[in-house]
Structure formats: C-alpha cells, structure tokens
C-alpha cells in the first residue's frame, strides 16, 4: 500500500505537468486540421441528441457527404432537410445498427446510392436505466447489441474499403462510464466498458494501416434526451456537456487524428485519481470511486429516470 501511494505521489504530478504542457503547446503551435472536404461521413443515432449536432458540425466543416442511420424516420428526415438546407449532401437510411443483416444489407445500400463511406461515427446507444435484478432481460439485450455489438457490424461494413482506400476514420461516441461505472446502469456502463476494449484493439490494430485512424470519445454527462432527469452531486462543479460541444470537439478530435478525447479535462484528474486507487473506502482498491461523487444521493435508478429508455437514433 505504501509503494501504491509513493508511486501515485509521482507519477500524478507527472501526468499533471504533461497534459498541461500538452495543452500549452497546442495553444501556440497548433496542429494542421484534416480537409474534409472529400470525406463521405456516415452517422449512426444520427437523428437527435449528439448526433445531429455532429452532421451540423462536419457540414459547417466542409464534409463531402453525409449519411445518417437511425431508426426514427421523423427525426432522420428533418435532420436530413436541415443539413441540405446547408448545402452539403445529406442522405438518410432506416437502421437498426443491433441488427447484424440489417446493417450489412443498409451498408450495401450506401455504398451503391453514396459511394465509399471514409468516416464512420458510432453514436446509436440506448440506456435502461434500471438495477440488474429489476432489468428485462430482452432491455439488457438491447443495450448490447445496440451499444456493443452495433460497432462490431458496422465496423466490419465499412473498414475493409477503408484499409482499401488507405484513407478512412472509425469514431466511437462512448462515455466516461466506460471507465467507471455508477450503480442504476448496469446496462449502459458494461456495453460502453465493452465498446472500450473493443476500440483500444481496434486501435492498436490499425497502427500498422497507413491512412486508417481511430478516435475514441468519453464525455461526461451531456444534456441530451438520453439522460434527462439525471442529476449529479455538484452541478457547479460538473455541469453537463452541451451536444453541440460535445459535436465540435470530436469532430475537431478526428481532424486532428486524436485517439483519445476524455470531456471535459476535470475527467483526467478523476480517471488518475481512481487508478491509484484515492478514495478506496473500505476495499482499499478504489475500484469504486471516485464517480459515485458525481451521481445523484438518490439512487441510480433515479438518476437516470426509472421510466426513460429512449434509442438515441
């Protein structure tokens, strides 16, 4: 335990110093940001929420084309007219990324009415909001097919003309809770753990792939339809993200091929301070900590609405 504590005295001032440094000398050299303006954009949960905000954001940023997937066509529609009405070509298509045929089928779709799609962003995600044993089970299957292994299907759509291509970006919109969970969505934060693992390999992988790039996006809670009526222990401290921030730094992230983006920064500091393990309570480990600092004092079901399990799509 001594060692554990001498060795967090040493490296968190470390990390401390290099983001900060990190950050200053994006401020003074800043890095080139990528053209999109070739780029054929694919966004699944494309409709609402986060997702909309990000068509807005590759449209204001020149994007080629746009193509959103979700599986309410009123939202997909109007999201659609909006982004014409911005002069980039959008197109939308009914999809239920949980469904592996479907995604298969709707991939093959775009590629004959688009072309070759070069950035995908996995956005489509659901949250029961519910304790294990008062789950549904069909619920706890659809968070993972939709919030897991949706990015497996598309993944698998799409990355193989990338590799072709040797030009294309996978973008995965995750959460914080991928890194630690709250109790009240046991769902949410194992599909999103997993989809965490399941982009660190894929990352890893493509290192050797010459113009194929991963990013991966854990934002805090942001104000979105998916988790309205949430709250949290100091909203002053921890306001929730706005989607339209949320849209702008990851699409900045992507142009400037970065793997990771946490949101906002105050997330380093609790990611480091969980991993050496401050805070441990009784166990000593910290497994716990330090994000039930940041949940409602009223339960997680009722953090997250026990009547809200809406498809952002």
Avoid at 52 to 81: D, H, N, P, S, Y
């Amino acid at each position: 335990m001594v060692w554990k504590w001498l060795g967090a005295l040493v490296v968190f001032p470390l990390q401390m110093i290099y983001l900060v440094v990190k950050a200053a000398i994006g401020l003074v050299l800043p890095a080139k940001l990528r053209d999109l303006s070739r780029e054929n954009v694919l966004i699944t949960g494309g409709g609402r929420g986060i997702g909309r905000q990000l068509a807005r954001e590759f449209a204001e940023r020149g994007a080629r084309k746009i193509v959103l997937w979700g599986r309410t066509e009123k939202c997909l529609k109007e999201t659609t007219e909006e982004i014409r009405q911005m002069g980039t070509e959008c197109h939308y298509f009914i999809c239920d990324v949980g469904n592996r045929e479907e995604v298969y089928q709707t991939a093959k779709a775009v590629r004959e009415k688009v072309g070759d799609i070069t950035i995908l962003v996995n956005n489509a995600a659901v949250v029961h909001g519910k304790s294990l044993m008062d789950s549904d089970d069909d619920a706890l299957l659809k968070s993972q097919h939709i919030n897991t292994l949706g990015q497996f299907w598309t993944t698998k759509a799409f990355l193989p003309r990338m590799l072709e291509l040797q030009n294309g970006h996978i973008v995965c919109l995750n959460s914080v809770l991928a890194l630690s969970a709250i109790p009240g969505a046991i769902d949410y934060c194992t599909s999103k753990a997993s989809a965490f693992a399941f982009m660190e390999s894929l990352t890893l992988g493509l290192l050797d792939c010459p113009g194929v790039s991963a990013t991966t996006v854990l934002p805090f809670h942001t104000s979105t339809e998916m988790f309205q009526g949430m709250r949290v222990r100091f909203p002053n401290l921890f306001p929730p993200l706005k989607p339209e921030t949320v849209a702008r730094r990851t699409v900045e992230a992507v142009q400037l091929n970065q793997t990771l983006l946490l949101l906002p920064w105050t997330m380093h500091v609790l990611i480091i301070l969980k991993r050496y393990g401050a805070g441990g309570g009784s166990t000593g480990s910290g497994l716990c900590w330090p994000f039930p600092l940041l949940h409602t004092d009223s339960g997680g079901e009722e953090a997250l609405g026990k009547s809200k399990c809406p498809v952002i799509d």
